[in-house]
């Protein structure tokens, strides 16, 4: 193993100890580099690697920061259901699992109105030739660190005149909304892919070009209904995807 893989290795186990608490700050390069016997070159490449992970920024004046906050853990099975969605007053499933990890959620909305539909979304709503949609698109913040663009879209027909195109859904968010206009969920499925962000995402979520990110397409059914699409846009480092389902019996 290159000398600079096997310092980020013992770093990065430092910070999994807590040796680094999340927010500290790195020693600087010339003191790893004296205390691991190298040069500072290879101290720099061992954090850039730890830097393309989203462990660690570098910040000017500051030095190496390691990330305010661990990874979050999106439970696919579990996150749509009612207690989930309106635990503790929650506005959906994302707030639940950052209130769950100890952080204090936040959406900033940041686009909601009428829109015609990108073209992958449009297909996934089953819409014909220049079918309307209402959209919410949101930066998502834990503890004002953004770790998520969310863009929803449902039907106009079903979310025209309804607490669905406000800001606040209220408790539950769009699927309690959609339960109390007759649409219930009684479905959902997901497509996950890995890109790098846009120039726009990249602001946005506070990427290095070389961090990549989860696409989620989640499609939520009525029936045999499509009734909303999000399009999850999601740091990589910063989320933790977990599935679960049940085997057929032996």
């Known amino acids: 193993m290159s000398r600079y893989r096997e310092i980020a290795a013992q770093l990065r186990s430092s910070i999994e100890r ?27 490449r061992a954090v850039r690697l730890l830097r393309s992970e989203g462990l660690v920024r570098v910040e000017r004046g500051k030095g190496t920061v390691v990330h305010e906050i661990a990874p979050i853990v999106r439970r696919a099975n579990q996150r749509y259901t009612q207690d989930a969605r309106e635990r503790q007053q929650s506005r959906g499933a994302f707030a639940t699992e950052v209130r769950e990890m100890g952080h204090e959620p936040r959406s900033q909305i940041v686009q909601l109105g009428p829109v015609t539909p990108p073209g992958d979304v449009a297909d996934l709503l089953r819409f014909e030739v220049d079918e309307v949609a209402a959209i919410r698109k949101r930066h998502m913040f834990a503890d004002d660190v953004p770790v998520q663009i969310a863009t929803s879209y449902v039907p106009w027909s079903i979310a025209a005149g309804t607490a669905i195109t406000q800001e606040d859904t209220g408790p539950g968010g769009t699927y309690s909304r959609l339960a109390d206009l007759g649409h219930a969920v009684t479905r959902f499925s997901e497509r996950v892919s890995v890109r790098m962000p846009e120039a726009d995402e990249a602001v946005v979520l506070r990427l290095a070009e070389d961090q990549p990110v989860y696409v989620i397409h989640h499609v939520a059914w009525a029936e045999n209904q499509p009734v909303e699409v999000t399009v999850h846009v999601m740091p990589v480092h910063q989320w933790r995807l977990d599935f679960e389902w049940q085997a057929d019996p032996a």
């Open 18 to 44: 807590g040796e680094y608490a999340r927010g500290s700050t790195l020693p600087s390069e010339d003191r790893l580099a004296e205390e691991f016997g190298v040069s500072r070159p290879v101290v720099n």
